[in-house]
């Protein structure tokens, strides 16, 4: 049964501001289902406007994702929703994870990122100096859904998770991603959502756009599966104007499924790829099927099937290793990618 939360005495974004200790409530228990709201145009923590605040109703917001962090610390939430009002907002770091319970950071309304900006989450990360990703995670006890955000203008990706299990990416807006739409050195961007030994992600509903490296084109991906990130599902997103490889997987990530998406102008030797550098293992039993594939890379170069006697020729699946030249691609079996049937290819933009 859930239980109503009421939080007595100082508020709790004055005791993450002023950092104090925070202690739950006596009515809140561990196990409770808690939801905190945000609103980027709340009275800032640490203002006389903030007092009072405990970001438990939606007249209590409180500012920003940080202190809501703080707050779900303190209560002890087992499953936390975080609702972020129509607004811009910081970065998020995200860290708190009860054991076996489930975060949920999401807009308001809970649907698909909006277009029209004037009722849109959005998390932009030139607000903390040009960062390097829109939303990090390292959650490794709890589950996590991403929802309903847009994402931009981010040097090196929009979304993280290292460590992570059951990741839940839905219905976002990435874009503006990489070293063609942020300033400055190192900011070669990696991937729109960027998993590191993160495994049974499920990445759906999605639109990635213009992601975009100068420097490195090739490095930047829509979806970038690394170190064991084993079972992921990618589903019914859209890729467009990426250019890098949309789909990359790495050092022994296996199991994934590729299927019902929509690719445009995106790729730089394939669309879906599995490299590996150094010592890092091949991976396996990943599956490409149903998809839709705008039949050019992102620089207009027409896409083969299947690899051909001149690997540098883009394909729609590679593997290799190292540097991208004929003598480093292939080297694995079985296959790191399947076709599992169902794909299509046009010469139209497929949404």
């Not at 929009?158 to 190192?186: C, F, M, P, Q």
């Amino acid at each position: 049964m859930w239980k109503k939360l009421a939080l007595t005495g100082l508020g709790l974004a004055t005791i993450a501001a002023t950092g104090m200790t925070a202690v739950a409530p006596a009515s809140a228990s561990t196990g409770d289902a808690v939801t905190i709201f945000v609103d980027a145009k709340a009275p800032a923590s640490g203002t006389r406007g903030a007092l009072g605040r405990n970001g438990l109703s939606r007249g209590a917001a409180v500012s920003s994702v940080a202190e809501a962090q703080e707050i779900a610390r303190a209560i002890g939430g087992r499953d936390v929703t975080v609702r972020l009002a129509p607004g811009t907002y910081a970065p998020i770091d995200w860290s708190y994870a009860p054991k076996g319970g489930h975060i949920t950071i999401t807009s308001e309304s809970g649907g698909p990122a909006a277009e029209d900006a004037s009722i849109a989450s959005v998390i932009n990360c030139e607000l903390d100096g040009i960062a390097d990703y829109g939303v990090k995670l390292t959650s490794a006890d709890a589950g996590v859904t991403i929802s309903g955000l847009t994402i931009e203008s981010c040097r090196n990706g929009g979304i993280k998770a290292s460590g992570t299990l059951d990741v839940w990416v839905e219905n976002n807006l990435i874009r503006y991603i990489g070293s063609k739409h942020v300033d400055g050195t190192g900011n070669e961007g990696f991937g729109g959502v960027h998993l590191l030994n993160s495994g049974r992600a499920h990445i759906e509903g999605n639109r990635f756009y213009y992601l975009e490296n100068t420097g490195s084109p090739g490095g930047v991906h829509g979806v970038y599966a690394a170190n064991n990130s084993d079972g992921m599902i990618v589903r019914d997103n859209n890729f467009g104007y990426i250019s890098g490889d949309p789909i990359r997987v790495r050092n022994g990530t296996d199991a994934g499924l590729v299927d019902h998406n929509r690719f445009w102008k995106t790729g730089y030797i394939a669309v879906f790829s599995d490299w590996r550098f150094g010592s890092e293992i091949c991976s396996r039993g990943n599956v490409f099927a149903d998809n839709v594939v705008g039949n050019t890379t992102y620089a207009n170069r027409r896409f083969n099937v299947d690899p051909t006697p001149n690997g540098v020729v883009p394909s729609v699946r590679k593997w290799g290793h190292d540097a991208v030249k004929p003598e480093n691609l292939g080297g694995c079996s079985p296959a790191p990618i399947e076709f599992g049937g169902g794909n299509s290819y046009t010469s139209t933009r497929p949404w």
